[in-house]
């Protein structure tokens, strides 16, 4: 067996469910965090399931297999957490984690569009999925009364998250916007650094203290 399968393999074995959760659970502000589990329950199954690229070209081998856009986005979050620490795009405060945080972890929430009616899901990305993880946490956000600054600020750093590539090479689907504020900007180079294919992943992944939360 190659390298690279051997990795895949021993990445489906871990449950990749309850370390995402295990990041939620870092968040301090406790009314986010709520919002943050509703939306952990609401994400569609596939996105425990397919891998964070389709066709293998973009991202490094720790994001492919199963599970893989889980361990992506789990890995964009912990980038994410050393450019706060950084202070290069924003300062380093509980409230920008928090934001910061939410962003990256839910960034490619529908990275495969919506589920059919029929329950058939993409067989590739979709390329308008900023735009669908946006709306899908800005309503939950809302829903939950979250503040507007605080809701746009989320809502656009996970649109505007693909950069410059933010024109569907198709033309089937209208142009996104690239990153503008410092924060967006944060959020973008988190993604972009995390789907490197010179990222080998989290050698650390290995079964978190089983969590009493009302995720699961």
């Known amino acids: 067996m190659k390298n690279n399968q051997l990795v895949i393999q021993q990445y489906k074995m871990i449950n990749m469910k309850e370390h995402f959760i295990a990041e939620v659970e870092q968040i301090k502000n406790e009314k986010l965090k709520r919002v943050a589990k509703k939306m952990v329950k609401d994400l569609p199954d596939y996105f425990w399931k397919l891998p964070s690229s389709s066709s293998g070209k973009y991202h490094p081998q720790c994001d ?6 889980v361990r992506h986005s789990i890995m964009v979050c912990r980038c994410a957490m050393d ?40 067989t590739h990305t979709v390329f308008e999925h900023p ?22 600020m989320i809502c656009y750093a996970i ?30 180079i988190a993604d972009y650094m995390a789907s490197r294919k010179y990222i080998s992943g989290l050698d650390e992944w290995k079964e978190p203290d089983k969590l009493e939360d009302d995720c699961k």
Do not use: Q
């Open 64 to 69: 492919l297999g199963e599970g893989g856009n």
């Open 131 to 152: 735009r669908l993880a946006a709306d899908f946490v800005r309503e939950h956000l809302v829903e939950a009364k979250i503040d507007e600054l605080t809701t746009n």
């Open 159 to 188: 649109y505007t998250h693909m950069g410059k590539w933010c024109v569907d090479k198709y033309g089937s689907a209208p142009a996104l916007s690239k990153p503008r504020t410092d924060f967006e900007k944060l959020i973008h």
């Open 83 to 122: 450019l706060v620490t950084s202070e290069m795009f924003v300062r380093d405060n509980d409230a920008n984690r928090d934001l910061a945080r939410v962003a990256a972890l839910f960034h490619d929430g529908l990275k495969y569009g919506k589920v059919g009616e029929d329950g058939s899901v993409n």
